[in-house]
């Protein structure tokens, strides 16, 4: 089976920086998977997804989204996927319909069925009583399920989350996991981040450990469990491969 995200030795090198921020990955990610991307702050799981979603340009490598070449299909490769970044991308003073009638129609969608959607999705979040209200008055919960909804109005193929449940009460984030497990049913490939690690071993099907711009490991939950000494869970893993320094750099 040809994988719907294949990176080839991908590498990024921003301007001015003295180290790579991504370093020769080379990932193979199957259609239907759930990807976590897990490492330390500053491991490039940022620049590797904005990489993906078309919003950093690589230094040097190569992927494909979908069969798509990121060089010369990059507006079709937008089409197909979704975005859900780290920071809310909302404005403050429409409401949460206003905002995703908005954040649809930039994705081509319009009439009934841009509106059909908006409802449909503000109910699954249970945001719908609220959706005439102005998102600045949103609690970081909702205003994290109204920016999920943003990315998700066109049902992408491929679908990045950066984060999606930082800063969320157990409620929020219950309510979100079980979306993008009903979205994963219906045939979304999901690649997301996170710092939660009992969240991402429930969560994900694959999880890759990044460290420095590189790919450390590359396994289902249970066997990263099972290939590293008395490790109990996900955590331990993490700190087995990444070690326990701090990661504070400017
Ligand atoms: N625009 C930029 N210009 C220069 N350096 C950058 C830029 N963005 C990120 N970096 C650097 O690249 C490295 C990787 O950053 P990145 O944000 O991808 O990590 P991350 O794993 O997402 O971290 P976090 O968990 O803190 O979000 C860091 O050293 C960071 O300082």
């Given at each position: 089976m040809q994988p719907i995200i294949k990176i080839e030795s991908l590498s990024k090198k921003y301007k001015d920086?003295?180290?790579?921020?991504?370093?020769d990955v080379s990932l193979d990610i199957n259609e239907g998977q759930i990807f976590g991307l897990l490492g330390p702050n500053g491991a490039g799981k940022t620049t590797l997804i904005s990489m993906l979603c078309g919003l950093v340009k690589p230094t040097s490598g190569h992927f494909t989204i979908d069969g798509l070449d990121?060089?010369?299909?990059a507006s079709k490769i937008k089409k197909i996927i979704g975005v859900v970044p780290q920071e809310y991308a909302l404005?403050?003073?429409?409401?949460a319909r206003e905002n995703l009638h908005y954040f649809g129609s930039m994705y081509g969608l319009k009439g009934s069925d841009l509106k059909d959607k908006v409802i449909v999705a503000l109910d699954l979040l249970g945001l719908l009583k609220f959706?005439?209200?102005?998102?600045?008055?949103?609690?970081g919960g909702m205003k994290r399920r109204v920016n999920l909804i943003a990315g998700i109005l066109h049902n992408p193929k491929v679908l990045f989350l950066d984060?999606?449940?930082?800063?969320?009460?157990v409620q929020s984030r219950n309510a979100i996991i079980d979306y993008l497990k009903e979205l994963n049913q219906n045939g979304t490939t999901i690649i997301y981040t996170s710092h939660h690690l009992a969240e991402a071993e429930d969560f994900c099907d694959t999880i890759a450990i990044l460290d420095q711009g590189q790919i450390y490991a590359q396994e289902t939950p249970s066997i990263l469990i099972e290939s590293v000494?008395?490790?109990?869970?996900l955590e331990d893993v993490f700190i087995s491969l990444t070690g326990k320094a701090l990661r504070d750099d400017i």
């Amino acid at each position: 089976m040809q994988p719907i995200i294949k990176i080839e030795s991908l590498s990024k090198k921003y301007k001015d920086a003295e180290m790579y921020s991504l370093n020769d990955v080379s990932l193979d990610i199957n259609e239907g998977q759930i990807f976590g991307l897990l490492g330390p702050n500053g491991a490039g799981k940022t620049t590797l997804i904005s990489m993906l979603c078309g919003l950093v340009k690589p230094t040097s490598g190569h992927f494909t989204i979908d069969g798509l070449d990121y060089q010369h299909q990059a507006s079709k490769i937008k089409k197909i996927i979704g975005v859900v970044p780290q920071e809310y991308a909302l404005y403050p003073t429409l409401t949460a319909r206003e905002n995703l009638h908005y954040f649809g129609s930039m994705y081509g969608l319009k009439g009934s069925d841009l509106k059909d959607k908006v409802i449909v999705a503000l109910d699954l979040l249970g945001l719908l009583k609220f959706a005439d209200k102005q998102v600045q008055t949103f609690s970081g919960g909702m205003k994290r399920r109204v920016n999920l909804i943003a990315g998700i109005l066109h049902n992408p193929k491929v679908l990045f989350l950066d984060e999606p449940t930082v800063g969320v009460d157990v409620q929020s984030r219950n309510a979100i996991i079980d979306y993008l497990k009903e979205l994963n049913q219906n045939g979304t490939t999901i690649i997301y981040t996170s710092h939660h690690l009992a969240e991402a071993e429930d969560f994900c099907d694959t999880i890759a450990i990044l460290d420095q711009g590189q790919i450390y490991a590359q396994e289902t939950p249970s066997i990263l469990i099972e290939s590293v000494k008395d490790a109990r869970n996900l955590e331990d893993v993490f700190i087995s491969l990444t070690g326990k320094a701090l990661r504070d750099d400017i």
